[in-house]
């Protein structure tokens, strides 16, 4: 049995398995088909060693609402049609889940499709959540639904995305002088500690200058590869990683440095920032001054909720206040937890203490 990657898989499914059903059994039913949600497959990451558990043929069958009532039925229908395995994988029609759109979204993000998303709404949803439902692929979209969707969530808006940057840029400038301040007192382990903290948040940067979302830990270096400046940055950041002592770390992050300097101009949402490291105050290594950089993006922020938050601290997402397994799954949190933690949450990113 060779492998086939689970959207090609999930795309032989949808159209010899589920579309023969719903032409033959429910032909005055309109809907869409995709392979979304949670799973490597979804963001093309599957190999042979995905197969062992949670993947497999399967869909997110949408309906429309008044149609929602036929679900018991189809998934009988599918049980009756559908082999047992499927070129050469097993079958569980159990994993095709039948829903709506408006479900679908309020279930993954906490949120009705049919209002408003807020801004600060956006800094709720973990960017996997995101990449789960914009990545994957549409198999049929009758109203074009799942079109709309994906469209309305293909990225964060403007101020939010120079909000996140500012957010990155300030939690770099935080911690770029401990690094060297643990290292230069003899704690080699605490400087590497902290160097690692700085990786991950140069590598989420990138993301963001890319305008990409930023996977889940399994996936984060993968993705990264696939970023165009990656093949730039990651001997300095490899090195930074994997250094012995922190004037290593030291050089390859003012490497690093560098590079994101001309990245940010090169996105043209500042004025020019120089491209070079400098002195921290008159102490023996030099930095990148993040803060500052920080700043000069928030003041380009013009939405009046982002740029109160903005003005008062630079905390971030969800994915930037935390990365507890978890906590970054409380919009579906279930038996109304999730939109509790969710408006507490809410609360704490925007709680105005003036």
């Known amino acids: 049995m060779s492998f086939i990657n689970g959207i090609e898989l999930c795309r032989r ?33 599957d190999t ?38 499927f070129y050469g994988f097993s079958v569980d029609v159990r994993m095709t889940v039948i829903t709506t759109v408006p479900r679908f979204i309020e279930s993954y993000l906490a949120v009705n499709q049919d209002g408003p998303i807020e801004s600060v709404d956006w800094l709720t949803f973990p ?47 935080q911690e770029e002088h401990l690094m060297l301040r643990s290292g230069f007192i003899g704690d080699e382990l605490g400087s590497a500690i902290i160097a690692s903290r700085l990786v991950r948040d140069i590598i989420n940067l990138c993301f963001l200058m890319e305008r990409q979302y930023a996977p889940y830990p399994k996936w984060f270096g993968t993705a990264f590869k696939h970023l165009k400046c990656s093949d730039q940055l990651m001997p300095y950041l490899w090195t930074a990683q994997t250094a012995t002592t922190w004037r290593e770390r030291e050089h390859a992050f003012n490497n690093a440095y560098k590079h994101l300097s001309n990245m940010h101009n090169g996105l043209k949402v500042t004025e020019k920032i120089p491209n070079d490291v400098s002195c921290f105050y008159d102490r023996p290594f030099k930095v990148m001054n993040g803060e500052v950089v920080a700043r000069l993006i928030a003041n380009q922020i013009v939405d009046a909720d982002i740029k109160l938050l903005a003005d008062k601290r630079l905390i971030g997402n969800i994915d930037q206040i935390t ?3 978890d906590f970054r799954k409380i919009n579906r949190w279930s038996d109304g937890e999730g939109q509790y933690a969710r408006t507490a949450l809410k609360k704490l990113i925007i709680h105005n203490d003036k």
């Open 13 to 45: 499914f949808h159209t010899e398995v589920v579309e023969p059903v719903m032409t033959d059994s429910y032909p005055f039913l309109s809907y869409s088909s995709a392979l979304l949600g949670p799973g490597s497959e979804v963001l093309g990451y």
């Open 48 to 85: 042979e060693m995905s197969t062992d558990h949670d993947w497999g043929p399967r869909v997110y069958l949408f309906l429309n609402e008044q149609d929602i009532g036929y679900s018991h039925q189809i998934q009988v229908s599918l049980q009756e049609r559908a082999p047992g395995r």
């Open 127 to 173: 960017s996997q959540s995101l990449l789960e439902i914009i990545r994957g692929a549409v198999y049929r979209d009758d109203h074009r639904l799942l079109y709309k969707l994906r469209n309305q969530l293909d990225y964060y808006p403007q101020d939010v995305w120079l909000y996140l940057m500012a957010s990155s840029w300030q939690r770099i400038g």
């Open 323 to 325: 990365d507890n397994t």
